[in-house]
């Protein structure tokens, strides 16, 4: 039963990735802002992780001392996460621990870091072309979207990424957000001024 649970998680994970994709590439793609608890969102996001977990790896959040309240589109923030952690689970061993720091200044930093099979040197300068797969996963079920997927979502959230990885040594993945979109502030001051 639990091998049919996780293929069923892997084949809705794939087909959301399609659906992000068609999302990502509409212009008219409504952003829903609200305001919500970061912790709350990775809680969530953790606890949903646990079942696609492999034999031994676990996950360990180190916290911000503060809380932290976000005004962005908490779905996509979610698809972006999940993205990350799933791909750190899913190129990282057996009895492994993967670490997710949370930090906060001007901006929220997120980095997920794995001690997985890593990205080959010449592999790196196409992680966000879409469809493209390093050698060394090509054996790891995915589409090869994941990855481009998280990109559009970023710029549509004026984040970013960066990813800092050698083969067979692991990946650490650095997601920075404003805590505020900026479309936000655009609809306060025509408020204002309105």
């Known amino acids: 039963a639990g091998t049919v649970k ?12 399609f659906i992000s994709l068609e999302k990502t590439e509409s212009e008219n793609y409504p952003l829903r802002l609200s305001k919500f608890k970061f912790y709350d969102l990775i809680n969530k996001i953790v606890n949903d992780a646990q079942v696609i977990l492999k034999e031994g790896q676990r996950i360990e959040v180190t916290p911000c001392e503060m809380p932290i309240e976000v005004w962005q589109d908490k779905k ?5 996460v ?14 492994c621990v993967i670490k997710i720091k949370i930090r906060r200044n001007d901006l929220l ?9 890593g990205i080959p040197k010449e592999a790196q300068k196409h992680i966000f072309d879409r469809f493209f797969r390093a050698n060394n996963a090509l054996t790891i079920q995915g589409t090869g979207i994941g990855l481009n997927t998280v990109k559009r979502y ?19 993945v650095i997601l920075k957000l404003p805590l505020e979109h900026k479309k936000l502030k655009m609809q306060v001051l025509k408020y204002m001024e309105g």
Request: glycine letters at 6%.
């Open 6 to 17: 996780r293929l069923v998680i892997q084949m809705n994970s794939i087909l959301d990735d």
């Open 76 to 80: 996509v923030v979610e698809i972006i």
């Open 82 to 95: 999940n993205n990350i952690l799933y791909n750190a689970i899913k190129y990282s061993p057996i009895h």
């Open 109 to 117: 930093k997120i980095s997920v870091e794995d001690p997985g099979i």
């Open 154 to 172: 970023l710029d549509q959230l004026n984040g970013s990424i960066e990813i800092k990885s050698e083969e067979n040594q692991g990946t650490k």
